[in-house]
């Protein structure tokens, strides 16, 4: 690919994943949030090869006109919001902008051109509640969507592979610089501040229980630069580990990479008012393509932990 446009260049995956294209001699249009700098302009923003530009893709004729003055050959449509908890809240703005503003983005990549090869972020919560017998899922299994954020993922899925859309489900991506209103950096960064003095040794949880199929960001951006090129148009590919671990093993290892004795606490605020109890993926159809995940759980924590404190410092 010649030239790639990615919007929520600025973001957890698009930051990890314009520097890819880029050595994969790629020319990338990264586009991020009006008022918002990539992540990748912090390491390669004087590179020829990237072409910065703010865009709110909730505005249509605004996302016309950068797609048109772009001429991508590939567009990766990264941008959107994505806290599951506050989905629930914010369910209108979920589904302006998750849902209004992937239509802008695929209508526009399918009007510049039948070739112009759309890959786009959907999510493993658009499976729902998978009974335990059944897991690890896989990409052809029904949906079942059970918090406003799965649903307008869904609905990006439902308008985006008839356009001939590559559609990746990823599962639960973790790492360094991942937003603090996430689970595991939200106990480093508590952890953080009990090391640093700043709070008292208690740590304030919500439920603990679910399982979850975590997969390190840098694998999950290598997966995107791999279906830039080979993703086959109209199909969907899960970015799994295909094991589960449960919230409370991942915080107690987080405990213990951190050396802290601490009291966990449940907060009731940090409850959701619903939850999918254990959720595990099937990625053979990746595989197939030569994709395996080359970082384990216990880098990613301890990459999180030593994240979490740079940024307290």
């Not at 249009?29 to 923003?45: E, F, R």
């Not at 919001?81 to 209108?92: E, F, K, N, T, Y």
Request: aromatic share 6%; charged share 25%.
């Amino acid at each position: 690919m010649t030239r790639v446009l990615v919007t929520g260049a600025e973001g957890f995956v698009g930051g990890r994943l314009v520097p890819r294209l880029i050595a994969r001699g790629a020319t990338v249009i990264a586009c991020h949030a009006p008022g918002m700098v990539t992540a990748s302009n912090d390491t390669t923003g004087a590179h020829a090869s990237l072409e910065p530009i703010a865009l709110d893709i909730r505005d249509r004729d605004a996302v016309e006109g950068v797609f048109r003055d772009a001429a991508p050959d590939a567009v990766v449509h990264l941008a959107g919001l994505s806290d599951v908890a506050d989905s629930w809240r914010r369910i209108d703005d979920y589904y302006r902008v998750n849902v209004e503003g992937s239509e802008h983005v695929a209508s526009a990549a399918r009007a510049l051109s039948e070739t112009c090869r759309l890959v786009v972020a959907s999510s493993a919560e658009v499976y729902g509640a998978v009974p335990e017998a059944e897991l690890p899922a896989c990409e052809t299994r029904g949906l079942g969507p059970g918090s406003p954020y799965a649903l307008t993922k869904a609905a990006v899925e439902r308008l985006s592979l008839p356009l001939g859309a590559i559609v990746v489900r990823s599962f639960n991506l973790i790492g360094p610089g991942q937003g603090a209103n996430f689970a595991l950096p939200s106990f480093a960064t508590q952890l953080a501040a009990i090391e640093a003095g700043r709070e008292e040794p208690v740590l304030h949880v919500g439920d603990l229980t679910p399982r979850r199929d975590f997969v390190h960001v840098d694998d999950g951006a290598d997966a995107y630069a791999l279906l830039v090129e080979r993703g086959e148009p109209g199909s969907v590919y899960n970015v799994a580990r295909g094991e589960a671990i449960e919230l409370e093993t991942a915080l107690r290892q987080l405990i213990a990479i951190s050396g802290l004795e601490v009291e966990i606490r449940q907060d009731p605020d940090r409850m959701r008012p619903a939850d999918v109890p254990v959720l595990c993926g099937d990625a053979s159809r990746l595989g197939a393509l030569g994709w395996h995940p080359k970082r384990s759980f216990d880098q990613a924590l301890e990459a999180i932990w030593e994240d979490a404190r740079r940024r307290l410092a």
